[in-house]
């Protein structure tokens, strides 16, 4: 997520997966037999009673060219502060190969669960300063 581990209430948070294309294979009935696995949908449990489902993993802000704490498809703003355990499952849709034929769909979905990360999510007060206060403690709002 970003930033790492924290947010700020009322700003955006950016949260990211990872989910990839996985082909299982080995053997059946003496024949090789492989199923693939193929990330189709992320869900975001928020930890605040709110969660959101995307059909992809999410971006940087970098890799999406926008400046921090604005929104993203994968994004999410806390209302309150506290200390909230975010989940992700990822659904994947499946296919298998056997004997060296091709692919064949299976119906419906296959879902895993990533590790829950703890975000730590606090007010922020802001203050109008006239220099930063490293360079001139006695300016201002320092």
């Not at 970098?62 to 994004?75: A, I, M, N, V, Y």
């Not at 659904?91 to 669960?113: I, K, N």
């Not at 990533?114 to 999510?121: F, L, Q, S």
């Amino acid at each position: 997520m970003e930033p790492d581990g924290w947010a700020v209430t009322g700003l955006d948070a950016n949260f990211l997966g990872d989910g990839q294309a996985r082909v299982v294979a080995g053997q059946l009935l003496g024949q090789p037999a492989s199923v693939r696995f193929e990330p189709v949908g992320w869900t975001w449990d928020y930890g605040d009673g709110s969660s959101r489902t995307s059909a992809s993993p999410g971006s940087t802000w970098q890799q999406l060219g926008l400046d921090e704490f604005e929104p993203t498809p994968t994004s999410h703003v806390f209302d309150e502060p506290g200390t909230h355990t975010v989940t992700l499952t990822v659904s994947y849709s499946a296919a298998y190969s056997f004997g060296g034929g091709g692919w064949v769909a299976v119906s419906g979905a296959v879902t895993a669960a990533a590790d829950p990360i703890t975000v730590v999510v606090g007010n922020a007060d802001t203050v109008l300063v006239e220099h930063p206060c490293t360079v001139d403690a006695a300016a201002p709002g320092c």
